[in-house]
Every structure is written in C-alpha cells, then in structure tokens.
C-alpha cells in the first residue's frame, strides 16, 4: 500500500527555519516518481510549493518560495524534504507531499495527509 507521511511541521516564528520530511512507502519504483510539496492556507486553493524530478533531480520552484525553501531527496531513503528559511505569516499553511508519475496513458499520483506549518510571533 502506498503511503506518505509528513513530518517536521509546527510553530516558528517569523524569519525562523523548517524542515520538513515526507517518508515514501510501498513504492515499487520511488526514484520514478516526480515528487512535490504543495500547502495550503485556510480559504485559499491548494498551492505549488516546490518540485524535484524522479531520476534527474531537477528542481523547480513557485516565484515567492524562491530563495527561502530548497527541495531535496533521498532516493535510497525513499525520503523528500523540504527545507524552509526565512519564514514568513504569509507561509502559514498546511502542507502536503504528492508523488506523481506518468505511465503511458496512465497518472498516478498520491497525497499525504498534511503538516501543520505556523508562522506567528
């Protein structure tokens, strides 16, 4: 059964650092899979945080996350962190990992249940 489970979420304060975990399991092929993080906010749509690709590693990021927050993996872990500084209210959010890859005409993509991130002083 495939699974993600967040981590490392909780209360900080402005312009302090987060890092947060996604544990993969049951995947046959982690390395395979394009793995992101989104968030959202309370009152607003489900957000792109930031993205790595499954076997290249190449890293993508939304234009206000830029700078602040890195996107890493361990594929040998089945492991994707998010590491966050610089931290802002406005980053207040829960946030989610997904896994998403593409099988011929097929998408597979997966959520995890989400961790809390507060930014307040």
């Known amino acids: 059964q495939v699974q993600l489970v967040e981590s490392g979420g909780g209360l900080v304060q402005p312009g302090g650092s987060l890092r947060l975990s996604c544990a993969a399991s049951?995947?046959?092929?982690?390395?395979?899979?394009?793995m992101s993080w989104y968030r959202q906010a309370p009152g607003k749509e489900r957000e792109l945080v930031a993205a790595?690709?499954?076997?290249?590693?190449?890293?993508n990021y939304a234009d206000s996350m830029k700078g602040r927050f890195t996107i890493s993996r361990d594929n040998a872990k089945n492991m994707v962190y998010l590491q966050m500084n610089s931290l802002k209210p406005e980053d207040t959010a829960v946030y989610y990992c997904?896994?998403?890859?593409?099988?011929?005409?097929?998408?597979?993509?997966?959520w995890g249940q989400g961790t809390q991130v507060t930014v307040s002083s």
């Open positions: 997904n896994a998403r890859r593409v099988a011929g005409m097929r998408e597979y993509r997966y």
């Open positions: 049951g995947f046959a092929f982690f390395s395979n899979y394009d």
């Open positions: 790595i690709t499954g076997p290249g590693g190449s890293t």
